[in-house]
């Protein structure tokens, strides 16, 4: 499993080859508005890639690796790959299946014109992540709000300040499994600062019932005991989607997990929330193939949540299809002429 919070050495190696990490946000600065003529990109596509591909990705990065890549004629599977550089390569390509008509555009255009996609798409990823983001932060409060009855302090939907370790409810949500919560000296480091969080040091509201289990630290992990919240299938539906994407699953509780903390901007550069690492470490826990068994039942049990007539797909005996049908009666056929010849 690839470690996106320790990839110094890794980082090094690409340097010298001359390519940057896609799979980390570049500096921040103002990016360029407009569109070239045959690189329309649809507002919504360019969400929905951030939402369910990538949320975390440096786009321009991305386009030049993957140019680089495509026209040295490079197979996602190339065994001289990096593991980061096939997983950038696979996102690489998983965007070019979203627009279709991305692909013609990137190779056919001069440095300066790849420069100005990449620019737009960033721009796209990072609007709608402000939005979902701005959204969540108010409807949290109604989320995690007992039925019929009220926070106390009471927290306003449009402030960040009460809440996090600042607030019992909030503290309660984000605690890192392991710790407990109700041990007032743990409640107090966490309050003034002398535990610091890392983002791979997950919060127990990712396990259902509130509960982590030490010995089975897969059990409840990123289930809830009522339909998510931060989605809904209509939504998903209207863009195009038939099922969840483990990225999007990531995006969801990482957009939660700030919502809840008294951060005010989301920042790859917030060191108090780390949501950059959170996001990651979350990502390597799902794309690690010694975990696929249970990652799997995790995929199946949000799918029947947000798609309500989702069905686990079933391969039919091959023995049992209509080619095979076809293929047994010929051969009976061919062997009753042998016999009566």
Same mark, same amino acid.
């Given at each position: ?25 570049? @500096? ?35 386009? =030049? ?33 979203? %627009? ?22 960033? &721009? ?9 983001? &701005? ?10 709000? @007992? ?5 106390? @302090? ?30 007032? &000296?743990?409640?107090? &480091? ?6 610091? %969080? ?62 809840? =903390? ?21 990502v390597e826990l799902l794309d690690d193939p010694d975990e696929k068994e249970e990652v799997d039942q995790l995929m199946t049990w949000w799918n029947r949540q947000i798609f309500p007539l989702y069905a686990d797909p079933e391969c039919l005996p091959s023995r049992d299809s209509a080619l095979a049908r076809i293929h047994q009666k010929w051969m009976e056929c061919r062997k009753r002429d042998t016999e009566y010849n």
């Open positions: 499993m690839v470690s996106q919070c320790n990839s110094a050495s890794q980082a090094t190696t690409r340097e010298k080859q001359g390519r940057s990490c896609t799979l980390e946000m570049g @500096p921040r600065k103002k990016p360029y508005v407009g569109h070239h003529e045959q690189c329309r990109i649809p507002s919504y596509i360019m969400a929905d890639f951030g939402q369910t591909v990538h949320a975390f990705c440096n786009v321009q990065t991305l386009l =030049t690796n993957g140019i680089m890549l495509m026209s040295e004629d490079i197979n996602v599977n190339d065994i001289s790959l990096m593991a980061i550089e096939r997983e950038e390569y696979v996102i690489f390509k998983e965007l070019l299946h979203m %627009v279709p008509s991305l692909e013609s555009c990137l190779m056919g255009s001069s440095e300066e014109m790849v420069t100005t996609v990449a620019e737009l798409i960033q &721009k796209g990823i990072n609007s709608a992540r402000a939005d979902d983001t &701005k959204g969540v932060k108010t409807t949290i409060i109604d989320w995690i709000t @007992p039925k019929g009855q009220s926070l106390n @302090p009471h927290i306003p939907q449009n402030m960040k300040s009460g809440r996090g370790f600042n607030h019992e409810h909030t503290g309660a949500l984000l605690c890192p499994a392991g710790l407990d919560w109700a041990n007032i &000296k743990t409640r107090t &480091k966490l309050v003034n600062g002398q535990i610091q %969080v890392a983002g791979d040091q997950w919060p127990i509201f990712l396990y259902a019932n509130y509960t982590y289990d030490m010995e089975d630290p897969w059990n409840g992990l990123f289930s809830v005991d009522q339909e998510p919240k931060a989605t809904c299938s209509g939504n998903t539906q209207i863009h195009g989607m038939r099922s969840v994407t483990k990225a999007s699953i990531v995006y969801i509780v990482t957009q939660t997990c700030f919502a809840l =903390t008294s951060a005010q901007i989301f920042s790859q550069t917030d060191l108090v929330t780390d949501s950059e690492c959170f996001y990651f470490s979350i």
